[in-house]
């Protein structure tokens, strides 16, 4: 019996999802979250074919969500929800390692030919996806950051000295610099403004409009 966990903010969304997810997975788990920490729990709880996920909620405000559980679980095929048709959102979610992205303006028989597409090994973009070879190597560089080095670059773009990341995520002031030495390195900056404004292209085309 397939798995699904879906993880979207929105309760009437969330009931249109599942009812496509039936439609091509008839005898499916259903495992429904709000939040990005819940869709992490609900992977980590057992095996999952499909994570259906929202790019804008509670606990999460553009890519670095897809980028995160890409890392944390790269077997598992995810699927963008997003009420944000930009094409460079669409774009970045394809590089980034999305299986499928499917706008929120989409009916029920688009979300299940989606779905299908997906279910068969496929991938489903319907969206024209404009990307400049810049964009390419610029999200192939947010990529290579780990999860912390994610964490260490979002808390370095709220303005946070390097003793305040260290207290916030437990960890020796020693080891920021060296994660922020890291960071540099890879997105290819020499200090904290320029890291900030690449880090910043995680969040294109967001925040979503919220349906209500």
């Not at 729990?41 to 499909?50: F, Y």
Request: contains cysteine.
């Amino acid at each position: 019996m397939a798995r699904i966990i879906i993880a979207d903010d929105h309760p009437l969304f969330r009931v249109a999802l599942c009812q496509a997810v039936l439609k091509v997975w008839p005898q499916a788990e259903l495992v429904e979250t709000e939040t990005v920490a819940g869709a992490n729990v609900a992977a980590k709880a057992g095996p999952a074919d499909l994570l259906l996920l929202d790019l804008h909620m509670e606990d999460s405000d553009g890519l670095t969500a897809l980028l995160d559980l890409r890392h944390e679980f790269p077997a598992l095929p995810v699927v963008v929800v997003s009420a944000s048709e930009d094409s460079r959102v669409v774009s970045a979610c394809q590089s980034l390692g999305a299986s499928g992205f499917i706008p929120k303006s989409a009916d029920l028989d688009v979300m299940r030919e989606a779905l299908a597409q997906i279910r068969d090994g496929d991938v489903w973009f319907n969206i024209e996806a404009t990307e400049s070879e810049e964009d390419t190597a610029l999200f192939d560089k947010l990529a290579s950051l780990t999860p912390a080095q994610r964490r260490i670059l979002n808390l370095v773009s709220q303005g946070m000295l390097n003793k305040q990341i260290a207290y916030q995520m437990e960890i020796s002031e020693a080891t920021v610099k060296a994660h922020i030495t890291a960071i540099f390195r890879k997105l290819g900056v020499v200090n904290r403004t320029q890291a900030v404004l690449v880090a910043k292209q995680l969040d294109i085309g967001l925040p979503e409009v919220k349906s209500a």
